[in-house]
Every structure is written in structure tokens, then in C-alpha cells.
């Protein structure tokens, strides 16, 4: 599952790490306990628009630039995501024509009743040559 708070703790992290602050100049500058930043860093504590609005202003950041770049990274999260279900999510004979899947589909409903009367579709010839 992704998780918002994650990818914003980890949009801020990068965002004051850029500049070379620490944790305690960041904390002091937007008046926020240390602990909580670390927190919101780590993604363990949702940010309210408030503080999130103080550790910007810390930052130098706009929050419309932090936010995009949170958006980037979602965007990204749900494409992994995506192609790691796809596998689990597609339905057998996705990819095919409805011609082809109903042929599939057929061919399985056949095997599935057993081998049925001999007939000249389903019988095999076997030449062997000398």
C-alpha cells in the first residue's frame, strides 16, 4: 500500500538534505520538536497543512513545488505497483482478440469434458517412414 505521509516524509528529507541542514536547524527554524520531524520525515506522523506550511517556509520551498514532487513520486509508486499486480490482475487471454479468447476458451471447455467420441477432428494420423 502506499502511503501519502511516506512519500511526503521522504519528498522533505530529500528537500532539506539538498541544502545540507540538519534535522535540529530545520526543527528550530519552523518552531517544531525535533522528535516530530524526525517523525514526519520517517512518514510515522501525518503533517498538518499548518506545520507542513512552517517546515516549507523553513525550507525556503514552496508548497506547490514540495506537492508536485510528492505528486511525481505517488505517480511512480502507483505504476510500480501496478506492473507488480499485473501478473495477478490479468485475466487469462488478456492480450487476445475476442476471436482468440473464445477459441481459448473452447479449447479448455474440450479438454475440460474429457476426450470425447472419435471423430476426424480429433483423431490423430501417424506416418512413419522406413
Known amino acids: 500500500m502506499i502511503l501519502l505521509r511516506r512519500l511526503l516524509g521522504d519528498v522533505l528529507r530529500r528537500q532539506r538534505q539538498r541544502q545540507g541542514r540538519t534535522l535540529r536547524e530545520v526543527s528550530s527554524s519552523a518552531r517544531v520538536s525535533l522528535g516530530y520531524l524526525s517523525e514526519v520525515e520517517r512518514g510515522q506522523k501525518e503533517a498538518s497543512s499548518e506545520l ?62 474429457g476426450p470425447g467420441p472419435i471423430s476426424a477432428e480429433n483423431s490423430v494420423s501417424v506416418v512413419v517412414a522406413a
Request: proline share 5%; with cysteine; glycine share 4%.
Open 52 to 113: 507542513l506550511a512552517a517546515i516549507c517556509d523553513a525550507l525556503d520551498v514552496r508548497m506547490s513545488v514540495l506537492m508536485r514532487e510528492v505528486s511525481d513520486e505517488l505517480a511512480l509508486a502507483e505504476l510500480a505497483s501496478a506492473e507488480a499486480m499485473r501478473p495477478v490482475l490479468e485475466p487469462v487471454g488478456a492480450g487476445f482478440t475476442p476471436n482468440e479468447r473464445a477459441a481459448t476458451e473452447r479449447q479448455n471447455n474440450d479438454r475440460a469434458s
